[in-house]
């Protein structure tokens, strides 16, 4: 071989090593993995490794939680919920609160993204773009045709309280809520530089890129409310056009209809939004609420980051609680107080952590009853070694800050199951327990 050959030899192996690596094509994926790695166990509170981390270990799949009668009659419930943006009475946030929420806003002395104050001047620009003055300016039915970020003013900058520091992160009080695809709601408002609107869904009013949703034509509508309607059941599914083009991600917590066998999912065209057929199908609903498919639905978004008010496409823990019954036809509010009031409520606040207990044994339904206060709330789970067990977004546990901590908390930042103590061995540990603080114990089938 030449000189040259010698030389240029590697080369021309590596070029064409990496054009066979580029032409490859590998198949669709299903699913979408999970984003980062497990914590060493020493890092976490000793609930997760004492409780066992899958639904499938605390029920029976044979277990019917809920009567397929009493289904039928909280789906329909849940329904006028869900399509009430798309009928004539919807009720419209009144001017006043907005106007209230936006002044009280203009005067936060939080912080940005960078962890740096944020300018109040910003803030007041910000207000001021919402236009509040001229609310509300329309009225046009639309639905989301991907995932949205929902929020308080119409910017996508965040706004963490300036004395939790670097652990105001992830509470940006700027981030409403977050919308799946194939969300009915209302256009009521437009920003005054025309990138935002305001918008309300069933549950939840706020603000999104213009460019985020369109409208739907009343074809389009009728078509949405008078099919079969189905219930996504597996977190990040994919649903494929005829052609294999990925037209959107599928969540726990969405419905679709279903036309002929056939699932419909919002796809955005010049005109507004159509539902356009794709290959994968999915479950009837109401999905019937027993334990093979209790075990099923939580076991697909257990150990999933914790995401406030649905910040990354994560969940909080209301938003967990609203997603785990949609497949079931059970409605909840947006957030956690609201749910530990809604439907049959207990109260335990001025009880001992012992009688809590004694009381959720025997009276909770697991994978039924919920347990909340103001801030948190928390899905009953059955028992474990003779505890409570809970399934919940939990973000950590308040422990004394040192000069040696990264944080005033023992970060979870996920969906997990814990017992009513969770963290309790720390030796830093402050406040009150997960099941001291509850205030009820719900029953939100008995919307009655």
Same mark, same amino acid.
């Given at each position: 071989m030449s000189v040259w050959g010698k030389r240029w030899w590697p080369c021309v192996v590596l070029l064409g090593l990496l054009i066979t690596a580029c032409s490859q094509s590998s198949p669709p994926a299903n699913?979408?993995?999970?984003?980062?790695?497990?914590?060493?166990?020493?890092?976490?509170?000793?609930?997760?490794?004492?409780?066992?981390?899958?639904?499938?270990?605390?029920?029976?799949?044979?277990?019917?939680?809920?009567?397929?009668?009493?289904?039928?009659?909280?789906?329909?419930?849940?329904?006028?919920?869900?399509?009430?943006?798309w009928k004539s009475n919807f009720r419209v946030v009144p001017r006043h609160e907005l106007q209230t929420r936006y002044r009280?806003?203009?005067?936060?002395?939080?912080? @940005?993204?960078? #962890?740096?104050?944020? /300018?109040?001047?910003? &803030?007041?620009? !910000?207000?001021?773009?919402?236009? =509040?003055?001229?609310?509300?300016?329309?009225?046009?039915?639309?639905l989301t045709y991907r995932t949205v970020n929902l929020r308080t003013l119409p910017t996508i900058r965040p706004l963490f309280k300036a004395a939790s520091g670097p652990d105001g992160f992830p509470f940006d009080l700027l981030q409403e809520s977050l919308l799946w695809p194939g969300t009915p709601i209302r256009i009521l408002h437009t920003s005054r530089d025309g990138q935002w609107v305001f918008v309300g869904s069933g549950f939840v009013f706020g603000w999104v890129e213009a460019?985020?949703?369109?409208?739907?034509?009343?074809?389009?509508?009728?078509?949405?409310?008078?099919?079969?309607?189905?219930?996504?059941?597996?977190?990040?599914?994919?649903?494929?056009?005829?052609?294999?083009?990925?037209?959107?991600?599928?969540?726990? @917590?969405?419905? #679709?209809?279903?036309? /002929?066998?056939?699932? &419909?999912?919002? !796809?955005?065209?010049?005109?507004? =939004?159509?539902?356009?057929?794709?290959?994968?199908?999915?479950?009837?609903?109401?999905?019937p609420m027993n334990g093979a498919n209790v075990a099923s639905i939580i076991d697909s978004i257990q150990g999933q980051p914790y995401g406030w008010g649905g910040l990354y496409r994560n969940r909080d823990c209301s938003a967990l609680m609203r997603d785990y019954f949609t497949p079931f036809g059970i409605w909840l509010p947006r957030n956690s107080y609201a749910q530990a009031r809604t439907g049959r409520v207990e109260k335990l606040a001025g009880l001992g952590l012992a009688s809590k207990k004694t009381r959720l044994l025997e009276r909770g339904v697991p994978f039924l009853h919920l347990v909340g206060r103001k801030g948190h709330i928390a899905l009953y789970a059955g028992r474990h070694g003779g505890e409570p067990v809970f399934f919940h977004a939990m973000w950590g546990v308040p422990i004394r800050f040192t000069g040696e901590a990264r944080s005033n908390r023992q970060i979870v930042g996920a969906a997990v199951f814990t017992g009513a103590e969770p963290g309790v061995e720390h030796p830093r540990r402050v406040g009150r327990l997960l099941l001291e603080r509850m205030d009820f114990m719900t029953d939100p089938s008995r919307q009655d």
């Open positions: 699913r979408i993995p999970y984003p980062t790695e497990p914590m060493p166990s020493e890092d976490l509170p000793k609930d997760l490794r004492t409780f066992p981390q899958s639904a499938a270990r605390y029920i029976s799949p044979q277990t019917t939680v809920l009567s397929q009668d009493r289904q039928a009659v909280l789906s329909r419930r849940y329904l006028e919920n869900f399509f009430s943006p009280n806003l203009t005067k936060s002395r939080g912080l @940005g993204e960078n #962890l740096r104050p944020l /300018g109040s001047r910003f &803030l007041v620009w !910000v207000a001021d773009n919402a236009a =509040v003055e001229t609310f509300p300016s329309r009225s046009t039915c639309a460019c985020d949703v369109a409208p739907i034509s009343s074809r389009e509508m009728s078509i949405f409310m008078k099919e079969q309607k189905g219930a996504v059941t597996a977190d990040h599914q994919l649903f494929h056009a005829a052609d294999g083009t990925v037209v959107g991600e599928g969540r726990v @917590g969405m419905l #679709l209809p279903v036309r /002929g066998g056939k699932t &419909l999912f919002p !796809v955005r065209r010049d005109s507004g =939004v159509v539902l356009t057929e794709v290959r994968e199908r999915i479950a009837s609903f109401p999905v």
